[in-house]
């Protein structure tokens, strides 16, 4: 092994964390008047499909990582559903969804997980014994926070909440 030693530039770089960025441009869906229709745009190849016009990314405070670029994921209305199975109080950058069987905004991504530009997941969970599937949340690679969202395990469908991502 060599004794070179690293520009202490680089061992810097090295140790900052990827999503240094500005962070003050990281708004909730709660920040806009209109909601989910003010963040969604429709897309021109498919009318009456709505896309979201905005960068998704972790809503927490201080990390904002860029979890999903604008105009990938789907705008769909679709049953609640429960998240949130921990005894846990839920973190306070993350609101509750409608219990089921209210419907809830989501994005949804296909075809796969290479549509993200950063997303976790945790092992599988299964909510009760008549589901057949198990499923996965969805969390920020960067700092763990979720769930943001879910996807049956080994599906091609991923469901982010629209109340559950930063805008920007």
């Not at 679709?78 to 839920?90: F, G, Q, Y």
């Not at 306070?92 to 296909?110: E, Q």
Request: glycine residues 8%; negative net charge; charged residues 25%.
């Amino acid at each position: 092994m060599s004794d070179q030693s690293l520009p202490p530039s680089v061992l810097e770089a090295l140790q900052r964390p990827s999503n240094a960025g500005d962070r003050s441009t990281n708004r909730k869906l709660s920040d806009f008047d209109q909601g989910v229709l003010a963040v969604s745009a429709s897309h021109d190849k498919d009318l009456g499909e709505l896309t979201h016009k905005f960068d998704l990314l972790c809503p927490r405070n201080g990390c904002g990582s860029v979890i999903l670029k604008a105009g990938v994921g789907r705008l769909v209305e679709r049953d609640s559903l429960e998240l949130d199975i921990s005894k846990e109080p839920l973190h306070p950058d993350l609101p509750a969804l409608p219990a089921p069987p209210a419907t809830a905004h989501w994005w949804l991504v296909t075809p796969n997980i290479m549509e993200f530009e950063n997303i976790g997941f945790t092992r599988p969970v299964q909510e009760d014994a008549v589901v057949a599937k198990k499923l996965k949340f969805l969390i920020c690679a960067e700092c763990d926070l979720g769930p943001l969202g879910w996807c049956e395990e080994g599906g091609n469908e991923f469901w982010l909440a629209c109340s559950r991502v930063g805008y920007r």
